[in-house]
């Protein structure tokens, strides 16, 4: 590399070490410091964690919540794709009205939801009108308040995989679809034979993204239930830095939920490589 490419990468370079590179290694060195000792390298913090019973809570929720999650949002997504990919008169209205819900800022939308699924919001203002029984929606550890903490997550970020889908189908030969319905195939053959496995690659795609990104979920469970409601490692690490001051504790939690991203990430990295 010539040197004033060298210059000009430098200042990017600089602002990355000192937003990501200092943070990281400074967290990783306070993950594994003993907070009474300073000994180091030492696994008092880890010890500290494994004796409590939110963080196994929280562990597993980090692992069951984005699965669900993004399972849900690959099918609403592609769905969505499928029947707005098609040409019908008010297509372009309806594809905007699907994309809201990611383009309103994460506060907005986690306030909206507060106010629908609260004891007396719109959620079982509706179940009254229909003579059903008011549900308590956001009990903090109920099974009830798991799922609608999904469903809200889904719900904001469904937009994200819906518009990778969309410009995948965009990108298929209408031809090729037209040659498989001369052939005799009916619309499901031509989905599961022809639409489908052409759109791999996107699938592949958009479950790294959002497998990822869906790891770090942190506002959602936190706004609608509490720390303690549906715990994630990134409220975990929260609640003991802000309430405990407990930045070990903290940075231990962090590092946890690094190294399960890394772990996660390189698969699904070298399977799209691959494709």
Same mark, same amino acid.
């Given at each position: ?72 949002? &690959? ?62 929606? &956001? ?17 904001? =970020? ?63 469970? &936190? =706004? ?30 962090? =590092?946890? &939920? ?18």
């Amino acid at each position: 590399m010539r040197r004033p490419q060298v210059w000009l990468l430098a200042p990017m370079v600089a602002v990355l070490a000192l937003t990501l590179v200092y943070p990281m290694l400074y967290a990783v060195r306070l993950a594994f410091t003993d907070p009474l000792t300073g000994d180091f390298p030492s696994l008092a913090n880890y010890a500290q964690l494994a004796r409590d019973e939110l963080f196994w809570r929280a562990l597993r929720n980090n692992a069951l919540l984005p699965a669900a999650s993004v399972a849900v949002e &690959l099918v609403l997504g592609l769905a969505l794709a499928l029947f707005l990919s098609q040409r019908f008169p008010g297509r372009g209205a309806l594809r905007v009205l699907v994309v809201v819900p990611f383009a309103l800022p994460e506060i907005v939308v986690l306030t909206i939801m507060r106010y629908i699924f609260v004891p007396r919001g719109y959620a079982n203002a509706a179940l009254g009108a229909l003579g059903l029984p008011a549900l308590d929606w &956001l009990v903090p550890g109920s099974a009830l308040a798991w799922m609608t903490v999904v469903v809200v997550d889904a719900w904001h =970020v469904t937009p994200v995989v819906f518009l990778i889908l969309l410009a995948a189908l965009a990108g298929i030969p209408e031809d090729i679809r037209e040659a498989a319905q001369l052939d005799g195939a009916g619309p499901a053959a031509r989905l599961w034979r022809i639409t489908l496995p052409l759109l791999r690659p996107a699938l592949l795609a958009a479950l790294l993204l959002r497998g990822v990104d869906a790891l770090r979920i942190f506002a959602t469970p &936190l =706004v609608l239930t509490g720390v303690e409601g549906v715990p994630v490692l990134s409220s975990y690490a929260y609640h003991q830095w802000a309430d405990y001051g407990n930045d070990a504790a903290a940075a231990a939690a962090a =590092v946890t &939920l690094a190294v399960i991203s890394l772990a996660l990430s390189v698969p699904l990295l070298r399977v799209r490589s691959e494709t």
